[in-house]
C-alpha cells in the first residue's frame, strides 16, 4: 500500500501541472497613463508603491518561480489577476481619459495600508521587500489624503 501511495505521489505532481491557471502576464505599458505620471506622488511614497505594491498592482510583476508549479501557480496567478482588476498602478487612467476623476481609489489606497489589509496577509513572509513600516504606511495614507484633499 505504502509502495502505491509513494509511486501516485509523483504521478499526481505532473498531472497538475496540465489544469491550467489563469495566465501568466505583463501587458504593455503606456507610461501616460501610469501612477506615476498622473498622481505624482513624492519620490519616498512613489519608491514604496513601486516596491512593495506592484508585483501585484501593475502591469510589472516580476513572476517568481513557483509561479509556474501548480498547485501554487493557481493562487498566485490569480491574486495578481484580482490585484490588477481592484487596482493597477500601470492602468491609472483608463483608456480615453485624459484626467484622473476616481478619488476613491486613492482613498482606498491610504485606508489599505493603515488598516494593514494590503498587502495580503502572510505575503511579506515571501517577500520581503512588501513589509511596510509604520512610517511608511503614514507617509502613503497621509499623501493619498493631501492629494483628495482630505486631512493634513
Known amino acids: 500500500m505504502k509502495k502505491k501511495l509513494l509511486l501516485a505521489i509523483p504521478v499526481v505532481a505532473v498531472a497538475i501541472q496540465l489544469i ?13 497613463r501610469t501612477f506615476a505620471t498622473v498622481m505624482k506622488p513624492p519620490p519616498d511614497v512613489q519608491a514604496v508603491l513601486q516596491r512593495a ?3 501585484c498592482h501593475s502591469n510589472e510583476t516580476k513572476w517568481p518561480w513557483y509561479a509556474d508549479i501548480a498547485p501554487i501557480s493557481w493562487p498566485v496567478r490569480k491574486h495578481v489577476v484580482d490585484g490588477r482588476k481592484h487596482l493597477n498602478l500601470s492602468e491609472w487612467l483608463k483608456p480615453g481619459e485624459t484626467k484622473f476623476s476616481d478619488w476613491s481609489q486613492l482613498e482606498d489606497i491610504g485606508k489599505a495600508v493603515l488598516d494593514k489589509s494590503m498587502p495580503l496577509y502572510g505575503y511579506d513572509w515571501m ?3 512588501a513589509k511596510l513600516t509604520a512610517v511608511e504606511r503614514e507617509a502613503i495614507a497621509k499623501w493619498a489624503d493631501s492629494a ?5
Open 20 to 32: 491550467p491557471a489563469p495566465a501568466k502576464t505583463n501587458p504593455p505599458i503606456d507610461p501616460a
Open 53 to 55: 505594491c506592484a508585483d
Open 148 to 152: 483628495i484633499g482630505g486631512p493634513k
Open 127 to 129: 517577500h520581503a521587500e
